[in-house]
DNA sequence: CAGCATCCATCTAGATACTG
DNA sequence: CAGTATCTAGATGGATGCTG
């Protein structure tokens, strides 16, 4: 037995790694580099539209800190600093696999649950309209 | 063929569902009701240690926006409101079961990797002591 | 190319007080 | 019991300018 089903405090620690790991930019950084293999910084800059240098720095620092991703600086010019996932990085890929295709399945279920909230709601606000 | 697995903008779709579900209360709150069942207000707020009336409230009503649970008033005095998981929550809730086994068994590996990496911040930051 | 430093708008989370 | 309303400190995220 690895670990008992209902120990608060266990749970507490899950939920803050998983909340660390879970946001949208580091979920999109291991999809793109299981996808892709290896990438240079520009590469991930690109195929992450819309984040910012900031955020890019900042989320691959964080990875790079709880070693999910290496990060390996080519002493050229112009510099090349080329990101990949290691074993960790890789398991949580696959751990997130199953939250992956169930968000996929059910994305529309959301969509339509949201849409349905909205009626009811703008039902109750004008409920004699 | 369900879904093309490259496709950027799914995958953007999905990490924002994600991003969404993912967050450190929804999880805990899922994990408590799948645990319990059934839950009326004051025994989340319990459960949740630490959480604060409001974020359990706006919390609860995300969730049930997004239909992962129901809520269920009791025209009674005192007031009495059950939560429940719905099929969707249900579902999110086993598709995590391979997130949190993985948070369960590398949170060392993390901690381990997160320690190395202070480490070495430091010899960098004292590089001739 | 691959960053870092800085400023700023916004969003968030929590504490507190009040209500049916 | 199960909330709502309000206020505020702190975190978050983006834009900009500069560097080796």
């Given at each position: 037995m690895l670990s008992l089903p209902s120990d608060p405090e266990l749970d507490r620690l899950v939920v803050e790694i998983i909340g660390r790991v879970a946001d949208k930019w580091?979920?999109?950084?291991?999809?793109?580099?299981?996808?892709?293999?290896?990438?240079?910084?520009?590469?991930?800059?690109?195929?992450?539209?819309?984040?910012?240098?900031?955020?890019?720095?900042?989320?691959?620092?964080?990875?790079?800190?709880?070693?999910?991703?290496?990060?390996?600086?080519?002493?050229?010019?112009?510099?090349?600093?080329?990101?990949?996932?290691?074993?960790?990085?890789?398991g949580l890929s696959k751990a997130f696999c199953g939250v992956w295709e169930w968000a996929e399945s059910n994305r529309e279920a959301i969509l339509r649950a949201r849409a349905q909230h909205a009626q009811r709601q703008s039902q109750q606000d004008t409920p004699a309209g």
């Open positions: 580091t979920l999109l950084l291991i999809e793109i580099l299981t996808e892709r293999g290896d990438c240079r910084f520009g590469e991930l800059s690109r195929a992450c539209e819309g984040i910012s240098q900031k955020m890019l720095t900042q989320t691959l620092r964080a990875m790079e800190r709880d070693g999910l991703v290496t990060r390996t600086v080519y002493p050229v010019v112009p510099p090349k600093v080329v990101y990949a996932l290691t074993d960790l990085g890789l």
